[in-house]
């Protein structure tokens, strides 16, 4: 009998176990589900697509907006921090053999939420200073509504001849999200599926 309640003993510690595993585990699933689901419900827009000249220079103006921003304000409470890269090439435009890219540029900006201040921040490589704005549309509207890259100098361009832009836009997270850290299944990074433009023009 001492043996047979010794067994009964073991089975109930490995139950107990197994109980206060799953109640770890689940909460934590719950949470990334339904960050997932958040992820789901976003799509990049390109609001404008346009060259433009400055001082002598070739620049592509666009701007790029969120299609539901509550899901995006989920994302970043909950502790998320987010990529934006803009890629974009200038080729000449051929039929036949495709030609190498004359520029080849990149734009990054992250952005995240200060826990402390509430406040949302915007941060680029090329500005000591963060754009920092309570209200994430005020802070989107100006900064990812109007973006540029430049390009090249216009006399890199011959007259007469025809040339493509292509522009990349991602929104992906810059590291795993904190709320999995405490789950076991595939993730993808990408915030919202990329987006591909181009142009083609006669300079």
């Not at 990074?189 to 006669?202: A, E, H, K, L, Q």
Request: aromatic residues 8%.
């Amino acid at each position: 009998m001492q043996r047979q309640h010794s067994f009964f003993s073991r089975v109930s510690t490995c139950t107990l176990l197994m109980v206060v595993w799953l109640c770890a585990i689940f909460p934590a699933t719950s949470v990334a589900q339904t960050a997932a689901s958040a992820e789901q419900q976003l799509q990049l827009r390109l609001d404008n697509f346009l060259l433009d000249t400055l001082d002598d220079k070739l620049e592509l103006r666009f701007g790029v907006s969120i299609s539901d921003l509550e899901a995006l304000k989920q994302i970043l409470r909950d502790g998320a921090v987010v990529n934006l890269t803009s890629s974009a090439s200038l080729s000449p435009k051929s039929t036949i053999i495709p030609r190498g890219a004359l520029v080849e540029i990149e734009g990054l900006s992250s952005l995240q939420m200060d826990p402390l201040t509430r406040e949302f921040i915007l941060s680029e490589p090329d500005r000591d200073i963060p754009n920092r704005n309570k209200s994430l549309k005020q802070l989107l509207d100006s900064t990812w509504l109007n973006m540029s890259l430049p390009l090249c100098n216009l006399s890199k361009l011959s007259h007469d001849s025809e040339y493509v832009v292509d522009l990349a836009i991602k929104l992906e997270h810059a590291d795993v999200p904190p709320w999995l850290t405490k789950t076991l299944f595939f993730w993808s990074w990408d915030v919202t599926p990329p987006i591909n433009y181009s142009m083609t023009f006669t300079f």
